[in-house]
């Protein structure tokens, strides 16, 4: 009898063991490859949400210029960073003093970084992972280079009768826009279930090719006699969603959706915002303030998991 309580409390402790239980049942929807696939959409975001505006009403026969830079800076997971300069420029020619055309293109340049955090690790469509997976893991050294460039054109309605004091503007475009992450990669190590103890490196590198139409509205008024104000609102999205790639190695396996080893996900979100700029007229200097407010309250309504999202853009208009 002392022998048979004695197995059965030993049978009890293994049981309950951190390594011994079976991989969770009931794991968070919100895992690293979520916030993996939130990172960069937030960069994404940032950009969309700063593209560059005419900064007067259209002149017949007139171009007018801008050169704007920003700077990005997000976090996912509250251990994973995203952050680094933008730059984008714009020219718009004016076919008459209702109708115009705009050229634009846009490059961005950042860096994957970050500290240590612990998530759900599940391998993200993968098929013959040999860990018991979901269960937790302890990441560690984020990195990775984000680049996101592109190019498009759009055509320009003035809505405002010439002479009004109040210009509005709508826009209509289309972007080639191409977003790459190169060596987007995290280090694990599993912290539960039977393959505690387990590790390796998380791979989410992968490029994505969109077009991308906007349609966006604006108006120009004046504020006082030295500078301007223009309300904005953008609206539009990638197309079509981009594959999202997972390679996970660890001991004794190297898994990719790339070579066929699962399916990939699925990266781009359609995005809407709205900003605030103030121009100096004599030097054509802008700070854009609407956005800054905008984008953190849009990242964390649509991209959960992103709990930091900062934005900064100044640009210079010239005709």
Same mark, same amino acid.
């Given at each position: ?29 919100? *895992? &690293? ?7 960069? $959409? ?24 801008? @050169?704007?830079? #920003? ?30 055309? $705009? ?25 013959? @992972? ?7 893991? +302890? ?47 995290? *280090? ?14 998380? +791979?989410?590198?992968? $490029? ?11 108006? &120009? ?12 609102? &953008? ?6 969603? #981009? *594959? ?20 990939? #996900?699925? &990266? ?17 200097? $802008? ?19 992103? +709990? ?12």
């Amino acid at each position: 009898m002392r022998y048979q309580a004695a197995s059965l409390l030993l049978l009890l402790t293994f049981a309950l063991s951190p390594a011994a239980r079976a991989a969770l049942s009931d794991a968070p929807h919100e *895992d &690293i490859h979520f916030l993996a696939e939130h990172l960069p $959409e937030s960069g994404q975001d940032a950009r969309f949400l700063s593209l560059p505006w005419l900064g007067s009403p259209l002149t017949a026969g007139e171009w007018q210029q801008t @050169v704007q830079i #920003g700077y990005n800076d997000s976090s996912a997971g509250g251990f994973m960073t995203l952050s680094g300069p933008m730059a984008a420029l714009s020219a718009g020619y004016g076919v008459s003093d209702r109708w115009g055309i $705009e050229g634009l293109a846009f490059y961005d340049s950042m860096q994957v970084g970050g500290d240590r955090g612990r998530e759900v690790l599940r391998g993200a469509g993968l098929r013959g @992972v040999p860990l018991d997976l979901p269960e937790f893991a +302890d990441f560690s050294n984020p990195r990775g280079d984000y680049l996101h460039w592109g190019a498009g054109a759009a055509l320009v309605r003035e809505l405002s009768p010439a002479g009004a004091a109040r210009h509005w503007s709508l826009t209509a475009g289309v972007l080639y826009d191409h977003l790459e992450m190169k060596d987007f990669q995290l *280090d694990y190590r599993v912290t539960g279930g039977t393959s505690a103890g387990a590790s390796g490196v998380l +791979d989410h590198s992968g $490029e994505a090719d969109f077009l991308t139409p906007f349609l966006g509205l604006q108006q &120009i008024r004046p504020l006082g006699t030295r500078f301007s104000l223009s309300p904005r609102a &953008i609206a539009g999205a990638p197309l079509p969603p #981009g *594959d999202f790639d997972t390679r996970l190695t660890g001991p004794g396996f190297d898994l990719s959706t790339t070579r066929g080893d699962g399916h990939p #996900g699925q &990266i781009g979100d359609a995005f809407l915002g709205f900003g605030l700029g103030i121009q100096h007229l004599r030097s054509g200097l $802008e700070v854009e303030l609407g956005s800054m407010v905008w984008y953190p309250l849009f990242e964390r309504a649509t991209h959960q998991g992103v +709990d930091r999202s900062y934005l900064v853009q100044l640009a210079w208009h010239h005709r």
